[in-house]
């Protein structure tokens, strides 16, 4: 059982900078695509960044040039660098793992808030 463990969310101003951090146990990082969502009150939960087992990243349009994913996969951690941030990225951002096999369970982390003042 995979188990991710988030922290790094917080209160910030806007133009302001926050970074998240996933720590996983029970996986080997380097088999999982690794990725973020976000979640806004009343609001589904949608993308922010993944990334393969490949190493390829992709973003949302709404926060390219602004965030930047990246992994260690030996610490079994992904991150988030979240830059210029903007009162519409207020959400509850969630950590996302999932084995490259089609057939495998995907894991969430418990979500870590973000709250950008104007």
């Known amino acids: 059982q995979v188990q991710l463990v988030e922290s790094g969310g917080g209160l910030v101003q806007a133009g302001g900078s926050l970074r998240l951090s996933c720590t996983a146990s029970g996986a080997n990082f380097a088999h999982y695509v690794l990725g973020w969502y976000r979640q806004a009150p009343g609001e589904e939960r949608d993308l922010v960044a993944i990334?393969?087992?490949?190493?390829?990243?992709s973003y949302a349009d709404s926060v390219k040039g602004r965030f930047t994913l990246s992994r260690d996969n030996g610490k079994s951690t992904v991150y988030l660098q979240m830059d210029s941030l903007k009162p519409d990225d207020t959400a509850v951002y969630y950590c996302y793992a999932k084995h490259y096999l089609p057939s495998a369970t995907p894991f969430w982390g418990q979500g870590t808030q973000v709250t950008v003042s104007s």
């Open positions: 990334s393969t087992s490949g190493g390829s990243t």
